[in-house]
Each structure stands twice: as C-alpha cells, then as structure tokens.
C-alpha cells in the first residue's frame, strides 16, 4: 500500500538554523510529491509542490525540496530558520493510478527557538 | 472568496447525537476529500468523490455518511457520535490527473463530543 513516512517527529530548532526535514513514500510509480505547512489552529497550506521536470523545487517563504527518485524521497529544506516558522509540517504524495487518493505523513512539529 | 469552506467552525455535541459539517469549493474541482486529524496531528484521509461520486472509503465505521449533491459540495454526517470521533475534521479538493493541481483545504472543523 501507498505511504509516506517523515522521519522527524519533533525538531527544536534556534533561529537562523538551516532545516531539513525527511520525507520517503513508498510507492514506485509517477508520483505528485508536496509539502503543507499547517501553522497552529489553521488549516494546511502549501509550501511547494513536485509534479515534473526540475527535482529541485522552490516554494513559498524560502523553502525548497528536492526529489530524488532513486531514494524515494523529498526532503524539505530552508537555510536560515525564522521564529514564525514554527508550525507542523506535512508531506505528501499522489499518483495517477490511485484515484486522486492523497496520502500524508505522520507530520513533524518544528519549534523554532528566538 | 474563500476556495473551500466549512461549516461549521466549531461543534460541540453530546455522545449519541447526529451531526452533519458542510464544505463547498468554488475552485470548479471535481475531486473532494474528508480528512480526520487525530489528537496527535495525523492526518487520515476518510472519504474522496470524484464528480459526485464515491472512490475512496478508508474502512470508515458506517456511521460516517458522506453526500455530495454536486461537484461543488460534499457534507459529512455522523450519527450516533462517539467518543473517539473528537478531532479536526478537515475537506479539501483538488483537480486530479496529470494536469492536476495541490490540494486545497477548508478551515476545519473542530469536533468535539462529550
């Protein structure tokens, strides 16, 4: 069965710390790939999003993700963290042969330290 | 102009009552989801239409009954709530498929049974 799985349940970060954040699924087929930001008490938003071409995708807010096919994976990344980053991030992933079914991962809270 | 919408924002009922939540995209989507998320933030997808019709139903108990009149709506009622049925409950739409777009999602609402 289709899953994704984030390695990092909580990150503690300081401010101006770079961020990475794990994310692998499971499925070998053509895939979308996303990451949603849902700051607290407010519906998920997106941060990028990974449909073809490019593997190494720009988003909202300084964010970027990269694609590895290989690895089945789609790291999220950010250089220099900023205290109005903290929130939970979720990544996310669809294929064309699932009937639109868009999984998630488990989410990572990321608190970020001023 | 908001893309999806939910009603209500919040409900607060007590154990054994039926409830119903609305959402409406005027995205002109013809895929809607229903998502559960969890105490722990775990988003779990419940039901996907597709053009008015049911294609996804994750092992949801039966007294969970989604109705979608047309394309633009998909309403959840609950009888019989429980317990365990306290949670955010968020809908989404999206246009499936290669050409597809990310998933976008209502406010939530924020059940609560006591």
């Known amino acids: 069965a289709q899953s994704v799985s984030q390695h990092n349940h909580h990150v503690i970060l300081s401010e101006a710390a770079s961020l990475e954040l794990g994310c692998n699924y499971s499925?070998?087929?053509?895939?979308?790939l996303f990451w949603y930001v849902q700051y607290p008490g407010q519906h998920l938003q997106l941060l990028l999003k990974y449909f073809s071409g490019d593997p190494l995708v720009k988003g909202i807010k300084g964010f970027e993700a990269e694609f590895i096919k290989s690895k089945f994976s789609f790291n999220l990344r950010k250089p220099s963290v900023q205290w109005s980053d903290t929130a939970e991030y979720f990544c996310?992933?669809?294929?064309?042969?699932?009937?639109?079914?868009?999984?998630f991962g488990q989410g990572t809270e990321l608190s970020v330290k001023p | 102009d908001t893309a999806v919408s939910q009603t209500p924002k919040y409900l607060v009922t007590q154990m054994g009552n039926d409830k119903s939540i609305k959402c409406e995209q005027n995205l002109g989507h013809d895929t809607m989801y229903w998502y559960k998320q969890d105490s722990k933030k775990f988003l779990k997808i419940m039901f996907s239409?597709?053009?008015?019709?049911?294609?996804i139903n994750e092992t949801v108990p039966n007294r969970f009954s989604p109705k979608s009149p047309d394309k633009a709506h998909l309403n959840l009622h609950i009888n019989s709530l429980e317990l365990g049925d306290s949670a955010v409950y968020f809908c989404?739409?999206?246009?499936?498929?290669?050409?597809?777009?990310?998933?976008?999602f209502g406010q939530g609402t924020r059940l609560t049974v006591v």
């Open positions: 989404a739409s999206r246009k499936p498929g290669q050409g597809g777009t990310e998933a976008f």
């Open positions: 239409y597709n053009n008015k019709e049911l294609i």
């Open positions: 996310a992933v669809t294929s064309y042969n699932q009937g639109g079914k868009l999984i």
């Open positions: 499925y070998g087929g053509t895939v979308n």
